[in-house]
């Protein structure tokens, strides 16, 4: 019970115009194992919601070595590192049908009050003490995301389909507002090699944010979603030339 893993199949369909497993379908597969490892040991949605809790992811971490491709199987293998009060910190590790290492994913997830909105206690839910695991993680913890203060500013608007069960802006809805942000011929020549993003404040329907954007260093690209003068999210690029 302290790993649970999920292998899928890659179809055409999900694939980005590189013939890759997008990193927004990449993170939305991470939530989605999360979600049934959490509800194999019974502190999932059927369990919170009895309280009128919620899960809601808090910080992702990407670091990939390539990304699945077109065709292939891949396996998400996930485990919980420790928790507080506040946080679980929950990993997980890529695989390829063969076996090998794609990368590695870090996630800080919190339970809210879905009246209030406010954090809750997850302490209550002791037995997640006993799945804790030992495995480590290679991959560093998300650092210290600065604000977006300069650069390029783009205005959107949230609708409807962008939110989620929480009834705030789904999680990959914001990825693909980022990625959107790059030409796709960038795209052709690098990957992002890691993602980090950070949730600061929950963004709702019919909001009007700005999408800003500004070059930390060469192929690093730091970003933000900010809505009158609150940073809601903060992410960080970092780009890998691609092998031609």
């Known amino acids: ?22 990193l927004p379908l990449l993170v939305n597969r991470v939530i989605d194992v999360a979600t049934m490892h959490a509800n194999e040991w019974g502190v999932g949605y059927e369990r919170l919601i009895a309280d009128n809790h919620a899960w809601v992811l808090a910080r992702v971490t990407v670091e990939m070595e390539r990304y699945p491709r077109v065709n292939e199987n891949y396996t998400l293998t996930t485990w919980i590192e420790g928790y507080n009060r506040l946080f679980s910190q929950r990993n997980m590790e890529i695989t390829d049908e063969q076996g090998l290492t794609l990368g ?24 997640i003490g006993e799945n804790v695991s030992s495995r480590p993680c290679p991959i ?76 930390e260093a060469a192929d690093v690209t730091r970003m933000s979603v900010v809505v009158g003068d609150e940073e809601h999210v903060r992410a960080r690029f970092a780009f890998s030339q691609r092998e031609i």
């Open 1 to 22: 019970m302290k790993e649970y893993s999920k292998t899928y199949y890659l179809s055409a369909g999900e694939c980005n115009p590189q013939g890759e497993l997008p």
């Open 104 to 127: 590695y994913v870090r996630t800080i997830w919190m339970v809210i009050d879905l009246a209030t909105r406010r954090s809750a206690d997850i302490e209550q839910l002791a037995y």
């Open 140 to 215: 560093a913890p998300l650092g210290k995301l600065r604000p977006v203060t300069e650069g390029r500013v783009v205005e959107h608007t949230f609708g409807y389909a962008e939110c989620d069960f929480n009834r705030h802006v789904n999680t990959v809805r914001y990825l693909e507002l980022f990625i959107n942000q790059f030409e796709m011929s960038y795209f052709d020549n690098h990957f992002i090699h890691r993602m980090e993003i950070a949730f600061n404040k929950e963004t709702r329907y019919g909001e009007r944010a700005q999408i800003r954007s500004c070059e």
